[in-house]
């Protein structure tokens, strides 16, 4: 049974910073892609990063060299250190896995988190 749990969460002021983590089971990690997506209310699910299985990273326009992803295929998890964040920030985030990437999407069968929520206010 594949099991994805998102933590690291939590409320910021704007300019603070956050690392977001992953731990999966059930998954052949090191062959997958893995992600991070975000959806604030009001709107729609928007890719933050992917990284797949050759460790080449993708991220959203938005994110401005502010976001780094990062794969530990040794530990089946994955990280999302967040620098100058910003209240157009605030979302839910979810870590997700699939077996290809394209850009800041998956392709493919997605196994999902329950997400957590980031907060950032000014």
């Known amino acids: 049974q594949v099991q994805v749990v998102e933590s690291g969460g939590g409320s910021v002021q704007a300019g603070g910073s956050l690392r977001l983590s992953c731990a999966t089971s059930?998954?052949?990690?090191?062959?997958?892609?893995m992600g991070w997506f975000r959806q604030a209310p009001g709107k729609e699910r928007e890719g933050v990063a992917t990284?797949?299985?050759?460790?080449?990273?993708r991220y959203g326009n938005f994110v401005k060299g502010r976001f780094t992803i990062l794969k530990d295929n040794a530990k089946n998890t994955l990280a999302l250190q967040m620098n100058s964040l910003e209240p157009e920030d605030t979302a839910m985030y979810y870590c997700?896995?699939?077996?290809?990437?394209?850009?800041?999407?998956?392709?493919?069968?997605?196994?999902w988190g329950q997400g957590t929520q980031i907060t950032v206010s000014s």
């Open positions: 990284i797949d299985s050759t460790g080449r990273s």
């Open positions: 059930g998954l052949p990690y090191s062959r997958y892609c």
């Open positions: 997700a896995a699939a077996a290809l990437c394209r850009n800041t999407g998956l392709i493919g069968t997605g196994y």
